[in-house]
């Protein structure tokens, strides 16, 4: 059976911006260019992604700087893309730290100084096991290969929210000092080569889940940024929405219909394209 036109457009909202509730921590220099170029073109070109939580609210999946910069710009709503956060097909990932200026970081002592991790020296033929089961907070993979996984030093197995900690502390040992190359690996056997050609150190994390981060967001909870990456079939890009409405309008109401108005128009016009294939997206 062949999907209708309306079963393949993307489910687009507009929300009240203080319904959306983050998961992971904000890059502000990022924010801060978004904020500018927001200044300037006055349109949203893509709309960040968000999934319903069981209290009603909006758990951002995808768009973090660009929902802060909405907030810090002082609109009250966000034009999101709303997806079942069930749907298998909405597939949550993780990424890894390349750290390019990291020869002047001694990241081994502060991870050793930390209260609640114990820090031993593994093998790469462990890294599958110790990542995939969560045994270890993350990997440090020092140059010429030499690994370093830290592990929690109590009995009882961390909750989350005592994992998400420990992340934090990681990462601030290092971010703001180096630049930071998020990496996905298909297979831990093929790590980036610079790590032996240069003064490169990596981090591997182990991924969450999608309850996990239901469960953190309702708490207010963030993860360090740049862990998680989701995988969004039928995407919506190049929206193009220009934002004047969002100030020029008082009400909620106004609002979504100018909105929704602007999503008719697109339909009516046939600017709504549906692509099966993977696609590369140029000067994006």
Do not use: C
């Not at 209290?55 to 929902?67: C, E």
């Not at 790469?124 to 010429?144: K, M, N, P």
């Not at 967001?217 to 969002?246: E, M």
């Amino acid at each position: 059976m062949t999907a209708s036109a309306d079963e393949l457009r993307p489910n687009l909202q507009l929300v009240p911006a203080q319904r959306i509730r983050f998961h992971e921590a904000l890059e502000h220099r990022r924010t801060h260019r978004l904020v500018e170029r927001l200044k300037t073109e006055a349109r949203l070109r893509n709309p960040p992604i968000v999934a319903t939580m069981p209290d009603g609210d909006y758990l951002l999946l995808d768009g973090a700087n660009r929902v802060s910069a909405f907030l810090e710009l002082g609109y009250s709503h966000v034009p999101v893309q709303v997806v079942e956060y069930g749907d298998t097909a909405v597939q949550l990932k993780g990424w890894h730290h390349l750290l390019m200026d990291a020869e002047s970081l001694r990241l081994r002592p502060i991870y050793e100084a930390l209260a609640r991790v114990t820090m031993r020296r593994i093998e790469q033929a462990q890294l599958v096991t110790l990542l995939e089961l969560r045994q270890v907070f993350a990997v440090l993979v020092e140059h010429g290969n030499a690994f370093w996984g830290l592990f929690p030093n109590g009995q009882s197995r961390p909750t989350i929210e005592e994992r998400i900690e420990i992340l934090n502390e990681i990462v601030d040992a290092y971010e703001g000092q180096s630049k930071i190359e998020r990496i996905k690996l298909a297979d831990y056997s093929q790590l980036p080569k610079d790590i032996d050609e240069a003064k490169q150190q990596l981090v591997l994390f182990p991924v969450l889940y999608k309850e996990e981060l239901i469960a953190l967001a309702a708490q207010g909870i963030r993860i360090p940024t740049g862990l998680s990456r989701h995988l969004v079939p039928g995407r919506t890009l190049g929206l193009n929405l220009k934002l004047a409405f969002l100030t020029e309008l008082e009400t909620h109401e106004e609002k979504v219909a100018h909105f929704e108005s602007y999503l008719r128009q697109l339909a009516v016009e046939g600017r709504i394209r549906f692509y099966e294939e993977p696609v590369f997206i140029m000067n994006e």
